[in-house]
């Protein structure tokens, strides 16, 4: 029996990273079974992500120069057209603040997306 629903090819997965070595390295870990799109910048992962594609899952850099990852993911959750989107923060970083900012940063706007409507 034929399967007719309608199911994309690949989920899409948005890699964020100032390093392009990194972007590439998860790009090669990935692109067998996701979709993979890559931002250098957290501006250019923004307009990714709130785009008329956006991607599935964005897994992003918390230390890049300019708008750190977590400055990135206050302005996704913050807008209706990113707010959606799951976030994995990945850093080098191995202490237990990083952690715990990560966690607050998106704790915080889940509940006042929630408190929203």
């Known amino acids: 029996m034929a399967n007719n629903f309608d199911f994309p090819a690949k ?3 948005l890699v964020v990273d100032d390093t392009p070595l990194n972007l590439r390295l998860l790009n090669d870990l990935l692109n067998q079974d996701y979709l ?3 931002a250098l910048n957290g501006a250019r992962a923004i307009a990714i992500a709130q785009s008329l594609t956006p991607p599935d899952l964005i897994l992003l850099d918390v230390m890049m120069p300019g708008m750190d990852g977590y400055e990135v993911c206050r302005q996704l959750k913050a807008d209706p057209r990113s707010c959606h989107i799951p976030v994995i923060f990945l850093t080098a970083k191995a202490d237990i603040q990083t952690g715990i900012h990560s966690r607050n940063s998106t704790h915080h706007h889940r509940r006042r997306a929630r408190h929203a409507f």
Do not use: A, C, F, G
């Open 36 to 38: 993979v799109r890559t």
């Open 11 to 13: 989920l899409s997965v």
